[in-house]
């Protein structure tokens, strides 16, 4: 099972998560843009985490075999203070840089006039630069915050195709659906949906436009959830190419309209693709078995 | 003079008239950095009583000069006065070859050379066919490798045109036949190949690959067994260097002229211009992406940052060789992007630019910032340029990326970083798992402070039963002055 994970905080996370990732098939993933949960003050703080997001973080997940993208925005939360939307004139800088796949995760908290504004500033970008975008649905009022979103993006011009709405469940799926953008479910342990009830949907909907994630952060989440949604579509007798569509094939082709993703196996974790065991007479092992040899 | 990862040399065969001190300083005084020492008379003879005395000596002196060494084997009328190079290892009896290759393995281990170079021989007419002659030579070689390997010495088999062994094709199978050990590599004659090598040149050098252990230089016509000045043959020299380059070789190429001794001293001043023009010509082509890229940055230096954000994905990030999975010695954007920092250096755009590409970069970005650094690391940077190349070189290596730290220890770091930064950003890679092969400067600027921590270091893997890298041998002795 090759896993494609559109939406993790790989930063709260543990290299124990990349181990148990690469093990269960995670090959790339694409860490959004997020809140902390510690409320930034200054735009200092997004500027370095955004660096590590496309610095530190992105070799830290290529240690463990693991190709690491990410999206660049303000948070929707963030967007109601004025000293955090100032990193917004910062934004064009990050979103022409490798490895940035989307603007995101942008969207709703409190559907505030300020986040109104943010919202469209970011659908802009995406145009911009000619990127998809992720949009995340609010956690409260859900049903009126994708409809209000999916207004929003219309008026926007970024088409639907290039739009990841995601966050969804059973009660505001089919709207999504409708409009012809992206659909994502970050599948939790207690809350958001779980993996039995996002296989219904496929069952209802079909595998078109459908995308899972483990959305994993600082709370209470599991970084393993994708795969255990390919195992539960398994055993709902999907096929293992219905399982590759919706964990791999479906992320990349959404992502992949950025034209940066970079899908090649990192050396030295694939077999096939490790180089050699020595560079220059030099070993480059350094006390690991070789691979070659396994 | 270029600044490729092979060191260039000049053969003693080829300065017959010159006693070896005055050989030596021509040699050295013209460029060159490597001798490729050919034993017997007129310089080292090998069967002198004080042989290892004078070996000694020369070790000492070689290493006063700097000068790396290789062993060639060919001189003319030192086993048997009345027949050139008799007998060889493909006569019957190949006794004195024998005690004459063993002794070249001895001188070998005490100049510390990088290997001695032997070829076949031709096969007699009168009393062995090739089959015999091929059984003689894989016995002979097989009885050799052990010697060579007690003594930690590599052989390396030459092809020479009408020998048993005469094209690269035939050296890979006789080292197959003796077990294919480390210790055995393989020399090409650049000239040897225009001459027999059936896929010229090129194909010679990428067939050798990571076993060519010795190059020797010189022109010749097809067909035709004799050694010629450069540019006077057929020798595609731009192409040879293109090859040396991606097979990522890394040994002594020396200039074997041995019939050119009348001349000696212009022909090594005329050698090594030649070569360096053609290495010049050999530079790999700018992608066309960055020719146009380093054109708009040059009418205006403010599109830099948009540009070094889409190198990547313009231009590829293909580790530039292909034995680097790691691109721990560049890869094909950090070439572009070099290209963008040499040019605003050119343009004479403010160090402050460029200290922005970094600062806003992502790490490949800071790798492009600090690879353009080390292309502008023999220019005549204002002290501005120069700071500016420090701060970043010093916040790279407080980095825990491996091809970060990497790209700071290239060319500029090498020509101006302090001691105390410069040794620990060495053994720094030495604990980041980067080979240390990829540090410019490692031999002139390793000292007995570089040799005492990498010793701590070691001790301190021994102690938690830790396996200690291989290329720790570079830097944990002292070298000598």
Known sequence: MRIFDPHIHMTSRTTDDYESMYAAGVRALVEPAFWLGQPRTHVGSFLDYFDALLGWERFRASQFGIRHHSTIALNPKEANDARCREVMGHLPRYLAKDGVVAVGETGYDSMTPEED????????LAIEFALPALVHTPHRDKVTGTRRTLDVVAESGLPF?????????????DMVAEAGAWMGFSIYPDTKMDEHRVVAIMQRLGLDRIIVNSAADWGRSDPLKTAKTGYAMLEAGFTED??????????VEFYGQSGRLDLTPVPGFEPAQQGPDTFEGNSVLRGMASRREA | MTTDAWVLGYGTNGFADHTLDDALDVIQGCGYRAVALTLGHPHLDPFADDWRTRTEELAADLRARGLRVVVETGTRYLLDPW???????????????????????????????????????VVPDDDVDDDTAWTLLVERLAALVPIAEERGVTLSIEPEPGMLVETVSDALRLRDEVGAPASVGITVDLGHCVAVEPEGVVGAL????????????????????????????????????ETLREIGYTGVAAVELPRHSHDAPRLAGASIAAWDAAARAAMPARHPWTVEAVASVTADPTRAPRLFAEAGRAVGRDPLSPDDPHGYA???????????????????????VVRALYEYGDNAERRGVLRGFDALADADLTPAWRETGLDLARDALRTNDPALVASAMGAFTARHLDDHGWRHGVLKL??????????RGLDERRDAELAAMASRYAEERRAAGRSIPDDIRLIDTVPQE
């Open chain 2, 430 to 439: 030495v604990f980041m798992g980067v080979p240390l092969s990829i540090v």
């Open chain 1, 161 to 173: 195709g290039m739009v990841l709405v995601d966050h969804l469940n059973e009660t505001c799926v």
């Open chain 2, 83 to 121: 027949h050139k190079h008799r007998p060889t290892l493909v006569d019957r009896d190949a006794e004195p070859r024998m005690a004459f290759l063993a002794r070249a393995i001895e001188i070998a281990a005490v100049l510390d050379a990088d290997c001695v170079s032997l070829w076949s021989g």
């Open chain 1, 117 to 124: 504004d943010v919202l469209r500033q970011h659908l802009a």
């Open chain 2, 206 to 241: 990428r067939q050798a690959g990571k076993l060519l252990r010795n190059v020797q230089v010189d022109d010749m016509k097809p067909g035709v067994h004799e050694h010629l000045e450069l540019g006077t043959g057929d020798l595609d020299l731009v192409a040879a260097i």
């Open chain 1, 242 to 251: 219905d399982v590759d569509r919706v964990l791999w094939r479906n992320p």
């Open chain 2, 330 to 352: 560049g890869t094909t954007d950090d070439a572009a992007r070099a290209a963008l920092v040499e040019a605003l250096h050119a343009g004479g755009a403010d160090p402050s």
